[in-house]
Structure formats: C-alpha cells, structure tokens
C-alpha cells in the first residue's frame, strides 16, 4: 500500500510540475523582455524569447564562437537603429537568463 501511496503522490507531483512548465516559461520570458525592454529593445515578447533562445543554441552549437559573432547575429535580428552596445546588453539578458553556462563567451570579450 504504501508504495501505491508513493507512486500516485510521485504522478502528482509529475502532473503538476509538467502543468507548471507553460506558466513559469512565460514568466521567465517576460522578465527576460523586461530587462531588454530597459535597455531600449522592443518587440513582442515572444520574439525576443525566440531571439533570444535561438541566440543561446547557436552559440552552443559553436555556430556564433565568440561574443561579437553573437553581438552581431543579435543586431541583424533587432530592429533597425539598435546598436552595438544594445545588442551586447541582450546577449547578456539572453545569457543570464537562458543560457549561463555560455557566460564565458561574454567574459572572453573584454579580454
């Protein structure tokens, strides 16, 4: 019996962290759209999720190696008259907030 007990309690908690994932998702990316927004960037939130996101897959895929790839990536994909300075300042919201473990790709561009 109490193995049942922990198994349905163990589906629960399953059921409710996978219905939780939609809701915390769009609250992470529109804290991350708030933080980009304050720096001067705007589109729709789900834009600069994607952008964001897609930013992150390419830099670990090795696809943009170092932060000025990505920087520039980033800007092609902004609206028109952002500039270089924003479009470090979103790879390092998109790092920070969906990505941390490509920080040393930022790091390595002030060296």
């Given at each position: 019996m109490k193995g049942r007990t922990l198994a349905a309690i163990g589906g629960v908690a399953v059921a409710a962290t996978a219905l939780a994932g939609p809701a915390q998702a769009d609250d992470y990316d529109t804290t991350f759209k708030n933080t980009v927004?304050?720096?001067g960037i705007y589109s729709p939130q789900d834009y600069l999720a994607w952008l964001g996101k897609i930013s992150c897959d390419r830099m670990g895929r090795g696809v943009d190696g170092d932060a000025y790839k990505a920087a520039n990536f980033i800007?092609?994909?902004l609206p028109r008259g952002t500039t270089e300075g924003q479009s470090f300042q979103f790879l390092g919201a998109a790092?920070?907030?969906?990505?941390?473990?490509?920080?040393?790709?930022?790091?390595?561009?002030g060296h």
């Open positions: 927004n304050s720096y800007q092609r994909n790092i920070d907030h969906y990505c941390p473990e490509q920080v040393g790709i930022l790091q390595s561009a």
